[in-house]
């Protein structure tokens, strides 16, 4: 079965500083995966996606992603974090078999940004 | 920019009643999710939906929980009698055509907050 890790239940970074969330997943062919961010009582909100190719993956507000299949891993990144980017992050994925392919999320990662 | 909707945002019922949570998922969307996120818990998905009937569901959505597309535009999750345990956020998510050699995105609506008494 599919599974998604995140490490780190909750990161605090100052306003300008570097941001990199962890995501680990377990599935056994080649994944989807996912970030998606919850802001505080909206929905979910996707930032970027891999699916095949190139394994740096640009999203979204100046987030970006790294596939690597030796570590199953995809941890996101920014290289300055904005106070607009306090929110909960979610790493998910999807099961390739097929096109109606369900997502499996982390517990997610809460993010706060200091001034 | 098309997106998905829920209603009611918020939802507050006694134990053993019945609820209907309803989404109008992206026009030309064909495929249909819910997912569920109990507070401090993870998101999980609860069912999918595709060409008017379920094509996966979890452990999870048992026999009190149902699934329609009554008019074409609706998506619908009914819980037939609510527990304590329904208490949480549900999210509908809708997907377009399968696209040969893409990965098409699944779309989130705001949630429904449900708060069983």
């Known amino acids: 079965a599919q599974s998604v890790t995140q490490p780190d239940i909750h990161i605090t970074v100052s306003e300008g500083a570097s941001l990199e969330l962890r995501c680990n997943y377990s599935?056994?062919?080649?994944?989807?995966l996912f970030w998606y961010v919850q802001s505080p009582g909206q929905g979910l909100q996707l930032l970027l996606k891999?699916?095949?190719?190139?394994?740096l993956v640009q999203g979204i507000k100046g987030f970006e992603a790294e596939f690597k299949r030796s570590q199953s891993s995809f941890n996101l990144g920014k290289p300055s974090v904005h106070w607009s980017d306090a929110a909960e992050y979610f790493c998910?994925?999807?099961?390739?078999?097929?096109?109606?392919?369900?997502?499996?999320f982390g517990k997610g990662t809460l993010l706060t940004v200091n001034p | 920019e098309p997106e998905v909707t829920q209603t009611p945002s918020h939802q507050v019922t006694q134990m053993g009643q019945e609820v209907i949570l309803r989404c109008v998922p992206i026009?030309?969307?064909?495929?249909f999710y819910w997912y569920r996120q109990i507070l401090g818990q993870k998101v999980e998905f609860l069912v999918s939906?595709?060409?008017?009937?379920?094509?996966?569901k979890s452990e999870i959505f048992d026999d009190q929980f149902s699934v329609e597309r009554p008019d074409g535009s609706n998506f619908t999750l009914k819980i037939r009698s609510t527990k304590l345990e329904d208490s949480a956020m549900y999210f509908c998510?809708?997907?377009?055509?399968?696209?040969?050699?893409?990965?098409?995105?699944?779309?989130f609506g705001p949630g429904t907050r449900l708060l069983v008494l």
């Open positions: 998510a809708s997907k377009e055509a399968w696209l040969q050699g893409a990965l098409e995105t699944q779309y």
């Open positions: 599935y056994g062919a080649t994944p989807y």
């Open positions: 891999y699916f095949s190719g190139d394994t």
């Open positions: 998910a994925v999807g099961n390739s078999g097929g096109s109606n392919y369900k997502l499996t």
């Open positions: 026009s030309n969307h064909l495929y």
């Open positions: 939906f595709y060409n008017n009937e379920i094509s996966e």
